[in-house]
């Protein structure tokens, strides 16, 4: 039984998102993902995996450029076709840093950011709630590479985020992106 149970396929941007079974293969992942094997080989297990489903449930011929890999609603990992090269959003504790600036709350950070209160508390080894104007924030967040296709929309839409708090995060001032420019999206958590 292959590790994924479903997908979506998009078209326009030649992207499979396969989706990872919930009941048979979960244990499988949790395995792979919690043990001491290279970070590669996991980066590898999962693109063999989206490959064979994509041979098996597309027409043959079928360019893929990028493998969505989710459990659920949450997007575990991207990883993209380009000479065989894979890339992993996921990998590792990123975070952006954020200067907080006057009336603001870790509240009202928490909502601009859609990430929970108590994972900004972590992150930042805060015991409370107060915070002081000028200080650096940490907020957890996923590393996005712009690629051609890409615009803010998407790139929001894509980890369903708001436009606005990729702008804050990455002190942009207009939606005009350059291709290879690395962008930080704060990760929602639950």
Known sequence: MSIYYKYDWDEQNKELTVYINPTEAFYEFSVEYAGTHEKLSKRKNLLDAARKLASEVLPKGKEVKSYRVKFQQFLIAVLDEKNGATREFLEGPACGSYKVKQNETL????????????????????????????????????????????????????????????????????????????????????
């Open 107 to 190: 509240k009202d950070l928490s909502q601009m950011f859609s990430v929970d209160e108590n994972s900004l508390r972590k992150v930042n080894q805060l015991d409370r709630d107060t915070l002081f104007v000028g200080m650096n924030l940490k907020v957890p967040c996923y590393l996005h590479t712009v690629v051609t296709s890409d615009s803010l929309m998407k790139i929001a839409q894509r980890y369903d985020i708001s436009r606005e708090s990729i702008r804050q995060l990455n002190d942009l001032h207009t939606d005009c992106l350059k291709i290879g420019q690395e962008l930080k999206v704060p990760k929602r958590l639950q």
